[in-house]
Nanobody, 130 residues
Framework: QVQLVESGGGLVQPGGSLKLVCAAS????????IAWFRQAPGKGREGVSS????????YYADSVKGRFTFSRDSAKNTVALQMHSLKPEDTAIYYC???????????????????????WGQGTQVTVSL
């Protein structure tokens, strides 16, 4: 059984920092990519950042570039999203997602596309407020 568990969410003031962690288990083969998505109330689920398993390439949404950093610990099957300079508009439920396989060449833009991912965690709430 594939399982993704997010942790690290909470309440922070604007300009503060949080570190989210996703632990993955139950995979029978190497996954292609792992990503963070977020969904604010009344809005769609959007890609935040992702990393390719094969070469470690990272991808970031324009809205978080320079503020968020995606890292991985392959030995522990965990990834982390270090978030700095948080803004109220970062408030959302953050989800961890995994793409199990990808045939052929995958365009960079697909790495932050919801439809590309097969497995999802239950999410962790991030609230940025005064």
């Amino acid at each position: 059984q594939v399982q993704l568990v997010e942790s690290g969410g909470g309440l922070v003031q604007p300009g503060g920092s949080l570190k989210l962690v996703c632990a993955a288990s139950g995979f029978t083969s190497d996954y292609y990519a792992i990503a963070w998505f977020r969904q604010a109330p009344g809005k769609g689920r959007e890609g935040v950042s992702s990393i390719a398993s094969k070469d470690g390439s990272t991808y970031y949404a324009d809205s978080v570039k320079g503020r968020f950093t995606f890292s991985r610990d392959s030995a522990k099957n965990t990834v982390a999203l270090q978030m700095h300079s948080l803004k109220p508009e970062d408030t959302a439920i953050y989800y961890c997602a995994v793409a199990s396989a990808a045939p052929g060449i995958v365009p960079d833009q697909a790495m932050l596309t919801r439809e590309f991912y097969d497995y999802w965690g239950q999410g962790t709430q991030v609230t940025v407020s005064l």
